[in-house]
């Protein structure tokens, strides 16, 4: 039996859960459905999680192969690493479906987080790394430049879930997906501006599907948000079940939250993107569906530009058809990567029975 060590983002945004959901399902494709998955924290608290010495120390005793990923553990400060317990990490590693962006600052100008990862320890974890793979093109061009090598761009696995069957159910739902404007790294005008948009959005929404609009929070900071328009009913997900089932089920989403656009794209619900940051831009680009991402740093009439794209679904779906062949090759890529993991991870096995 294999055991595989997966650290992964655990901040309570169900985004993240699905993440994990789409990376597990890939697992087990490649490693069998007997692999045992240990899921852990990618950031340390009380001495273990992420590469933290503690945790590495349990990976060496106990895992095959430890999984970095996927999510955005570049930034946000959200993976610990021990830069010197990682070189005593003698578990084959891989790192899945990560991602690396910069935000717009004050005058709305890129410029790097402040919580990124430190150059040179994006360097050694990627040295360290049997497999490297980034979400999109954006995250590929930063590592590049900080110097870091083998890395390939081979998408996130939530573009990969498997799509709605051919005449599945549609509940009629029209999705909102929001943030709140205070987690949204953007020119104070437009975080301000945010509010005003929802509404304005929801009212449009409401005008052409009525009563089935829904303000969808993917963390519970967005419920102090949704509280804001207490007119226009919220949902909240802990579970990723049932968030998968409302995705796959709803007549359109429209989302600020890129992990609603991508498995949308993947079931062939309707979607449109509101882009506010570099990782959701670029990975909505990676994917091939760029003219159905609103870029809220130039988009002068929101409402409009949705509802342009909300009345075209057919478009959407010529698009998506058009992005098929880039999807499945890095599908394909993915799989690959993880078969050459596993060829890593057994040849561990072989020497450690050897000694």
Known sequence: MT????????????????????????????????????????????????????????????????VIGGGN???????????????????????IGVSHGRIYDAVGAWTHRSDSMPDTEARELVAKAEIAMVRDHGSLAILQAMGVGHVEQAGCPTMFMAPNAPGAPCDGRVLLSVRHPARMSVPPALQWRTPQDVRRLADALRDVYGDRVHL?????????????????????????????????????????????????????????????????????????????????????????????????????????????DGLARMRDLTLSGLQRFAGAVERHRSDAKRR
């Open 3 to 66: 055991t595989l060590f997966c650290a992964r983002p655990t901040t309570p945004n169900i985004g993240n859960d699905l993440i994990n959901r789409a990376t597990r399902d890939l697992l087990y494709a490649v490693f069998g459905e007997e692999t045992s998955i240990v899921n852990i924290s990618a950031f340390a608290n009380g001495g273990r999680g992420g590469l933290s010495a503690a945790q590495i120390y349990d990976m060496n005793r106990f895992a095959d192969g430890v």
């Open 73 to 95: 553990l570049f930034e946000n400060g959200q993976l610990t690493i021990d830069r010197h317990a990682l070189r005593s990490l003698r578990t084959p590693m891989m790192l």
């Open 216 to 324: 969808v929070c993917h963390d519970y900071m967005d419920l102090e948000f949704a509280a804001g328009f207490p007119d226009v009913p919220h949902l909240y997900f802990d579970d990723v079940d049932r968030y998968v089932a409302a995705l796959r089920g709803c007549l359109l989403n429209v989302t600020y939250r890129l992990h609603a656009f991508l498995p949308c794209l993947a079931f062939g619900a309707h979607s449109i993107h509101l882009s506010y940051d570099e990782r959701g831009k670029a990975m909505v680009d990676t994917a091939g569906m760029g003219t159905w991402d609103i870029d809220l740093m130039t988009e002068t009439d929101l409402v409009s530009a949705v509802l342009a794209r909300a009345a075209a679904p057919a478009d959407y779906q010529r698009l998506r058809t058009q992005a098929a």
